[in-house]
């Protein structure tokens, strides 16, 4: 895939010039570049189909795993595509209803992306598409993006508040203003004077 990534790049690039100096649209290359970005884009399509169709039944399989950084390369390629030439727009249209009808590849994708290398290879989907990932993938992403922040996540010990329910204000005030940074965010155990403990986080 880098030879393509590498050729697609560099053609963007002259095509890109050649329409910043006028070159006309009709010629014949022009339309066998858009019925190739076409057929490129189907393909995709039907691989994904595919592929949701084995994630729906839950078969995973080495050449669904192996596969994947093929078709996140195509895609992204088709996106930057896009945005060569504003007589294109169907291109993007219809890049995003091929994500939105396999939502679950998408997801797929974008979780199967280093951490290291995220801003190409799905930088695009989370600029454009966002709305079409799910809370989970967000925030899975989120956590991998932040790698010293999931790591730190729920460690430490948890802030206790001994409060007298007559005085619930008063004394939880008294103690979260003694308590650090770190075990706030590790969370707050509530015991109260003289009662036993009947909730969660409540001792």
Not at 36 to 58: K, W
Not at 67 to 73: E, F
């Amino acid at each position: 895939m880098a030879e393509f990534e590498t050729f697609s790049s560099a053609l963007r690039q002259q095509v890109t010039s050649l329409v910043g100096a006028g070159a006309p649209r009709g010629r014949p290359w022009w339309t066998v570049l858009y019925e190739t970005l076409v057929s490129l884009l189907r393909s995709a399509n039907e691989y994904m189909a595919t592929t949701e169709t084995l994630l729906r039944g839950q078969t995973s399989t080495d050449w669904t795993a192996s596969s994947l950084p093929c078709v996140r390369a195509v895609l992204a390629e088709l996106d930057a595509w896009s945005d060569v030439d504003a007589a294109w727009p169907e291109i993007r249209v219809a890049l995003r209803a091929t994500l939105a009808a396999h939502a679950g590849v998408t997801r797929a994708i974008v979780l199967s992306s280093s951490g290291a290398d995220w801003c190409q290879e799905i930088g695009w989907i989370v600029a454009r598409h966002r709305d079409l990932l799910d809370f989970d993938t967000r925030r899975r992403l989120a956590m991998a993006l932040l790698p010293k922040v999931a790591a730190t996540a729920g460690r430490g010990s948890q802030h206790e508040l001994l409060v007298d329910r007559s005085q619930l204000l008063a004394d939880s005030f008294r103690s979260i203003a003694h308590a650090t940074p770190q075990k706030l965010r590790a969370g707050l155990v509530v015991e109260f004077r003289d009662e036993m403990a009947t909730g969660s986080g409540v001792h």
